[in-house]
Structure formats: structure tokens, C-alpha cells
């Protein structure tokens, strides 16, 4: 028999369990397939010898649990020592397992990486497969990432509400976007304008450096021209110098190095007080907001075509491993944009471990404030379309 | 023929615009009104002589302006100066205005009222209606205000999202929610909570007061017990002492002398360092977001029944004008709970103006800490069903 094991990694997102549940139901068409155990909080739960089984969970709970957001067999950001992997590859002696499945970004695309090295090193079967999931939209070789499309409806529609709210009380507004290097869901902000003033005005990326100084002037020169702005700022922008401007503000540091960006309004408060200081419309109304955890696993909002395809890698990672592939990398081929049709594919893990799609040049501006025709072309379908709205303003 | 005038004041909501559209729907079928005019940011549309002509804003429109967020005629905290008055009462007079609608919150009924006692010193022959609006929940009379029912599903939905994102990555969720003066959106965060488990944990509210060293210990216990601990709190809580938790975070007030706690991340901040610091439990992950202004204008989440009373309110005050009331403030008045059954009455304005409404005691735990079933039949109902989700942990 061949026994499975599936576990979700890094931060939850709204559509990470329809991986879970596309995985477990095909796992289950699949009569050569033995014991389909669920890690509790990612590796941990391989440490941890902490299992559920997933074949004991019915048909019913398992549809409410692809629509329940966030990670239902719980997450961790642990990155294998030597040592763990020695303790892991004991318990899957133990319990059987040749098959392993990771849901996650690219640090947890390195777990897996590790763990089918550590394999190979140890002459022990295992078929290591990654199944993409991250809001930040930055994993390599894939089009673009289950979760992402439901974090950037959650960001569209906060800036349209916040278009509207601006409209009827002018001023600045700033809003920080998660996305430490990459700029795809502070740019979805962009899907949000439905007319010609709307917001954002401007939209700042991790990928087009700028200065505090050139902001503000960007700014001004917007509300010179409407008496208000609204801005998208990433949490991870850059000064011209390079350096984070958050970087000064947090201390803490993640397991994988990461300097710790959310769960802090720091960044915000910062800028809305350069802003007011700096501007030349002196007593202008500044306000900012931090989009927090809403982002990731916000129950009110998900892309269609998100939950579609974050099932759909999950359902393909085991086929693909019944199928004979040795592990990899699953990853979505964009077949057709209209009507809007893709495939789940398969890669090695190498080329999505540890690596960072950035934005790429045709994506942004040429002023590096804003977004091109060419991403809105490329994220509309995996956002879906936003409500209809109408001002009197 | 009988003018009418109509304003939105204070912040926007998500359902403010069905008041707007259910008051010029309602004008519209009255053959012996004639202009129905706009104003545009409020009190300042009528200083400015800055009007909206409604009649011409086809049905299509109105009804896409009923459901889009935020004031579509624009908004403003200006509270009229007696000299403003005396320019508001010129122009009045010049479009031969009788009846002003005003839909706001408490700042906004004490402009309806300061307008209303001017009219009667001066003989204007002015019909001064107030229709209610604020997340906040805070007026008086009125059973509940059109604008909290979507706001709090909004917090509720975060809080669902929330407990199943700190599931997954245990830790402290500490989450600021809006409600300057009453805890009555902070509350709704209860109505998250799906198991034994759910989250929030603890809430803090306005209405009972807590010392920084009282929340750090009813934490260490939740987290003793669970390993991890959602908190909602209030921006406007107060330390034992009574005082403002904000108030040395933040020194900019509005028209109103009201101390500016929205647009800051300052006290989340302070509180997450606070608890990190004092804790028993060392290392322990603190994570902290400020909910910000999509609480009030978030487009993807809506109360029907907020939306219906909303519009009913806005209609309601038209009526009762040409039923010949002299003016007031519509409030709502709750039938019955099972079915929901609610109407609009009409009540003083001098009862509503600048008065807050607090939590009552019956609806706060004995510990301070959370809120009673009682609150929860009362809230129930005006915020609807939060989705049904499944947790494996």
C-alpha cells in the first residue's frame, strides 16, 4: 500500500484548505492508497509524531472544510535542522509513509526541498510534492499562486471602499499591503478603480524603489489636482537607498531570517506623519491602516477561480504522484485568459524553493507609482470582477 | 410647494446611501414636494451653496448609490458656527427650503438640533429631521442604528477569520476595533465564535474599564489553557483609573473636541509590546491589528437587514414630514425578535443630539471581559448569520 501524508506550511490564506481537501478526496479514488494522515501544524507534526486521520473525516466536513479559510490542520514556520530530519524520517519508517505532501509558499517549497534531499542522501522512498499556496504571489515557474486571488479581492475591495470613503471625506489616505519583496497584492489595489478619479492614485512596490521625499511629492501633486489621495503602499517598499523603510521600525526576526513586517502599524503611523510634516498643503487630512491578518483569511471574500484552482493543485499533486511522478513542484499554466482556462503542471522542487518572483518590468509604471494595462489583463481573471458602484462625486 | 434638503454627516457607513435613496425614492412619489436637492459634504454643501439636484438622478442610479458604500453627497464633521447659521438660513431661504434631512450619527442630530433652534428663533418655517446612522450603535431612543449591523458583521467576520488564522499559528490576536465612546462594535466580535473554543477569548469594551496588568493576566490564562488568545478591544478602552488607554498615543482632535483614535496603529502597538513584555509566558507570539476604515465602508459585506432598515429610515423620515410632523429624529423600534420584526417612530431631536448610549449592564460578563447571551439575542439578528466553517484542531 502506498501511505500519504499532507501537511499545510506558512501563512494560512483563504483557500489553502481547498488544496487540503482536493488532495484527500483524490487520495481516496485511489484504491492502492493506504493511510491518508494530515500533519498537525505542518513538520512540526511529523516531529511531534501528531497525526489526523484524514480518512476518518466525512465527506461533509470535508466540503465545509475547503470553504473554511486558514489552515485547518494548523501551520508552522519550522525549517528542519539535521537533526529534525533525522527524528522524521524515523517516524515516517515507522508509520509507512512514501508519500509526502506540503502546501505552501517558497520557504516551505525549502522544507520540502530538504526533506526530498535528505531522502535521496538516505536511499529512503519518498516522493516529496509541494503544493502552492501564498497571498504574496511570488512563487517561481507558476503563473500565479492558489491564495492570491481571494487576498487581492479582500485588498480590491478595501480600496474601493476606501475610494468612496475618501471621496466623502477628503483627504490622504495610506494603506500598507502585506507582501514583503513582492509587489502582486499591494498592485491589485489597481482592480479597485472604477472610474476615472478613483483610487488608488498611486501604488507603491517593493519593486520600484522611492523616496520618502519623491512620495510625498507624488502625493501633493495628486491632491493638488482632486483634493485627496489614496495610496497603496507595500509593507516591503524600498527607499531609493535600497533599504526597507520598515526595517528601522521592527526588531523581530522569523524562524527563516525574515524580518517581522505585519502585526504592526508602525510603517503606517511613520509615513502618515512624514506626510502631514512634509507636505506642502499644510493642515492636510492624513490617515492610514494597516491591512492586517483580513488579508489572508477574511471569510467574506473568495475568488471563484481561487478556490477552483487551489483544489485543483492539491487533486493534481496526487494524481501526478499516482501517476508516478518521483515529486516536484505542482504549478498553473494559464491556458486561455478569455474565457480564462488553466492547468495544473509539475516542476522540480529546486526551481521553486527559496526563490522570489518579482513583479516584472511590464507589470509597473514607468513613473514607479502604479500598475500597466498588462497586469490588470493578467490578475482580472483571477480576482473576478468587483461590484458595480456609482458616486454622486 | 414644499422644498426638501438633504445631508449625510459624520463617517461614512456601508449603508448610509439607503437612507439617501430611500428618503428621495419616498419624496419623489409626493406630488406636492419640489426641489430635492443635495447637499454636498454635508453642512458645508449649504455654506458653499454646493447642491446636488436629485430629481435628476435616474432610478437606475438610485439604485445603485442604495448599494454602494460610503456618502455618496459627500460628508463632513463641521458643527455650524452661529455665524455659519446665519449664512445657512440666507441661503435657505434664497431656494425657499422647508424641510432639512440630516443622516448622521450624534454630532450630526446636535447640528440638526443647533439648525432646528435656529429656525425657531428666527421664525424660519424649517422642518428639521435627523436620520440615524453610525457604526458606532451609539444613539439614544433607537433600538439600534442603520450602519452597525453591516459594520459589525464586517468585525465578525474578521474575528472568524482571525480565531482560525491563530489556530493554526498559535499566539495572542490582539484586534482594535472601532467605538470611540461604547463597546457596542467591539461586543459584536462574539458572534465569531463557532466552538467552545472560538475566539475572541476576551473582549474589553469601553463600558469596563481594565488596568494593562488585569488584561496581561486574563490573557496568561487563556493562553495557559489553550496556548494561544483572540482579543477584541476597544479603541476607546479605559484603565482603571478611567482613562483613555489612547490618550497619550494621539494628540489630533476633530471639530467635535473628540481625540482622533481611528488611523493610528499607536495603541496596538503599545498594547501587543505591553503584553509581550509582561507576560508569564516568555517568547510568547503577540500579533496586534488595528481594524480600520474598511469597518465602515468595506463593499463585500452587508446586513440585509441593516440594508432594509437603513433604507426604511431614510423613507420613514420623508413620511412622517408629510404626515405634517414639525421634525425629530426616526429611530427604530424592535417588534419582535423571532421573526425579526422592526419600524421606524419618530422621537425629539433634543433626545438624540450629542448623547451617547453605552452598553447596558446585563449585556457585559461580570468579569469585564466579554459579553452575555443576552447581547448576543439583541445582536443576533441585526447582523445575520456568520458562515458555518470546520476546524480539524
Known amino acids: 500500500m502506498k501511505n500519504i501524508i499532507i501537511g499545510q506550511s506558512g501563512g494560512p490564506t483563504r483557500v489553502i484548505n481547498q488544496s ?66 533525522e527524528k522524521i524520517f524515523e517516524v515516517l519508517k515507522r508509520h509507512e509513509i512514501n508519500y509526502w505532501f506540503y502546501i505552501g509558499g517558497n520557504d516551505s517549497a525549502e522544507t520540502a526541498h530538504i526533506v526530498n534531499e535528505i531522502a535521496a542522501e538516505k536511499a529512503y522512498d519518498l516522493h516529496v510534492f509541494h503544493i502552492p499556496k501564498t497571498i504574496d504571489n511570488d512563487l517561481c515557474v507558476t503563473d500565479h499562486c492558489p491564495g492570491y486571488g481571494s487576498a487581492a479581492r479582500y485588498v480590491a475591495e478595501c480600496f474601493l471602499g476606501n475610494d468612496l470613503d475618501n471621496r466623502a471625506l477628503k483627504g490622504v489616505k495610506i494603506d500598507i499591503v502585506m507582501g514583503r519583496n513582492a509587489g502582486w497584492l499591494t ?40 483634493s485627496r489621495c489614496v495610496v497603496a503602499i507595500s509593507e516591503g517598499v524600498r527607499g531609493a537607498d535600497g533599504v526597507l523603510l520598515a526595517e528601522s521600525f521592527s526588531q523581530e526576526k522569523d524562524a527563516h531570517g525574515n524580518i517581522q513586517l505585519s502585526g504592526s502599524g508602525a510603517l503606517g503611523d511613520m509615513l502618515a506623519d512624514y506626510v502631514r510634516t512634509h507636505s506642502k498643503h499644510k493642515g492636510m487630512r492624513v490617515r492610514t491602516d494597516t491591512l492586517g491578518y483580513a488579508q489572508r483569511s477574511f471569510p467574506g471574500v473568495v475568488s ?29 499554466e494559464r491556458i486561455s485568459n478569455r474565457p480564462y482556462m488553466s492547468e495544473a503542471k509539475i516542476t522540480e522542487l529546486k526551481n521553486v524553493a527559496k526563490v522570489t518572483k518579482n513583479m516584472p518590468a511590464e507589470f509597473i509604471n514607468k513613473n514607479g507609482n502604479g500598475v500597466t494595462d498588462a497586469f490588470i489583463e493578467y490578475a482580472k481573471p483571477i480576482v473576478g470582477d468587483i461590484r458595480e458602484v456609482k458616486s454622486l462625486l
Chains 1, 2 share one sequence.
Open 187 to 226: 498592485a491589485a489595489s489597481a482592480l479597485a478603480r472604477f472610474d476615472q478619479d478613483a483610487g488608488p492614485h498611486l501604488i507603491y512596490l517593493p519593486e520600484a524603489p522611492k523616496s520618502l521625499d519623491e512620495i510625498v511629492s507624488e502625493i501633493d501633486e495628486v491632491y493638488g489636482r482632486l
Open 20 to 85: 487540503l481537501v482536493g488532495a484527500v478526496k483524490e487520495a481516496k479514488k485511489h484504491s492502492d492508497i493506504g493511510k491518508i494522515l494530515g500533519m498537525k501544524f505542518g513538520v512540526k507534526g511529523v516531529l511531534n509524531e501528531d497525526f489526523i486521520d484524514l480518512r476518518k473525516v466525512g465527506e461533509a466536513d470535508l466540503d465545509l472544510i475547503a470553504q473554511t479559510p486558514a489552515s485547518a490542520l494548523g501551520s508552522c514556520r519550522h525549517k528542519p535542522t539535521r537533526e529534525d530530519c
Open 304 to 332: 471563484e477561480v481561487d478556490a477552483r484552482e487551489a483544489f485543483m493543485v492539491g487533486e493534481a499533486a496526487v494524481k501526478f504522484a499516482m501517476e508516478g511522478a518521483k515529486g516536484g513542484s505542482v504549478y498553473i
